[in-house]
């Protein structure tokens, strides 16, 4: 059974900085597979923040561009992401994915 688990949230002032983790545990290829970072904001959807593939290669979300940055330690079966400048509407539960799977989410707040 694979699991995953995001740690690394907070509460943080704007303009600050958080580092989220996602480790997933279990049988899984973890190096053949994309992994994806989503949030949702309080009375929203879940929306599609940013992606690594396999071949590190990354994609996001235009709001976040040039402010996160996601990256992935395959020895660790780990995928970071690293959020700097951070803004009072990256407030949200953030949840990675891969293969259809979930994580239980970690709370981020940016305060004003």
């Known amino acids: 059974q694979v699991q995953l688990v995001e740690s690394g949230g907070g509460l943080v002032q704007t303009g600050g900085s958080l580092r989220l983790s996602c480790t997933v545990l279990?049988?899984?290829?973890?190096?053949?597979?994309?992994v994806a970072w989503h949030r949702q904001a309080p009375g929203k959807e879940r929306r599609w923040v940013a992606t690594i593939s396999s071949d590190g290669s990354t994609d996001y979300v235009d709001s976040v561009k040039g402010r996160f940055t996601i990256s992935r330690d395959n020895a660790k079966s780990t995928v970071y992401l690293q959020m700097d400048s951070l803004k009072p509407e990256d407030t949200g539960v953030y949840y990675c994915?891969?293969?259809?799977?979930w994580g239980q989410g970690t709370q981020v707040t940016v305060s004003s």
């Open positions: 279990g049988k899984l290829i973890f190096s053949t597979k994309a």
């Open positions: 994915t891969t293969v259809r799977i």
